[in-house]
């Protein structure tokens, strides 16, 4: 079956440490995604990448970093530097045609900082 | 800069009615498209309906269907025949170049028994 997967589902770190979180896709999708949710908010866009090798900022991409060295893997760490961590963390994908932009995403991973 | 707005935080609807949730946006480009998510409690993100800006017919898949006013900036879904399985966030997203969803608050949707 085709689809996003990330892991962990749950995870949790201490303050000042440093976590990656994982994103993998087997759609052959060109361009992939990281967003950020809060509670009772929408998503925010952190990091987008439309090829291999190559990845944008997203609104709020300080206190995190991507690579993309892979078109199916995109992760996502999230560094001591971001000052508020705890949140939930969405991965997504989309083929970059013109006639289609929908965007699919995964399961999401619950991120704890204490 | 765009901007989409969902100006209903919650809104609940009777098992088997229809139920209409409000989305507004803002952009200055002509072509665009527009999307409703879903995001039940498992907090998967379920597309629902898109929406082309150049199509000035409605768009709608199966109880669900869309009011798409390009003048207005509106773009509100209707959902019919209402089931407890349509429980969950609803998410307005526009998606107007440079690879980037930009999204609503999302309006929370219950259904009553």
């Known amino acids: 079956d085709g689809g996003i997967t990330q892991s962990p589902k749950y995870l949790f770190r201490k303050e000042g440490q440093n976590v990656t979180l994982s994103c993998e896709q087997n759609l052959n999708h060109d361009a992939m995604y990281w967003y950020r949710q809060d509670p009772g908010q929408g998503l925010r866009l952190i990091y987008y990448?439309?090829?291999?090798?190559?990845?944008q900022k997203g609104d709020i991409a300080e206190g995190y970093s991507v690579s993309r060295e892979k078109k199916e893997s995109f992760p996502l760490t999230v560094t001591s530097a971001q000052k508020n961590p705890t949140a939930f963390y969405l991965c997504?994908?989309?083929?970059?045609?013109?006639?289609?932009?929908?965007?699919?995403f995964g399961p999401g991973t619950r991120l704890t900082v204490t | 800069a765009q901007t989409v707005t969902q100006s209903q935080p919650e809104m609940s609807v009777q098992e088997a009615e229809t139920v209409t949730l409000s989305c507004t946006y803002d952009?200055?480009?002509?072509?665009?498209?527009l999307f409703w998510y879903k995001q039940p409690p498992s907090r998967q993100m379920i597309l629902v309906i898109r929406q082309e800006a150049y199509k000035q017919q409605n768009a709608t898949e199966n109880r669900f269907s869309v009011n798409f006013q390009k003048a207005a900036k509106s773009f509100s879904l209707k959902i019919s025949d209402s089931q407890l399985g349509d429980a969950a966030m609803y998410f307005c997203?526009?998606?107007?170049?440079?690879?980037?969803?930009?999204f609503g608050q999302g309006t929370r949707l219950t259904i009553n028994p």
């Open positions: 997203a526009l998606f107007q170049g440079a690879q980037k969803l930009v």
């Open positions: 990448s439309q090829i291999v090798n190559d990845f």
């Open positions: 952009t200055s480009e002509s072509d665009y498209y």
């Open positions: 997504a994908s989309s083929v970059t045609t013109l006639y289609t932009y929908e965007q699919y």
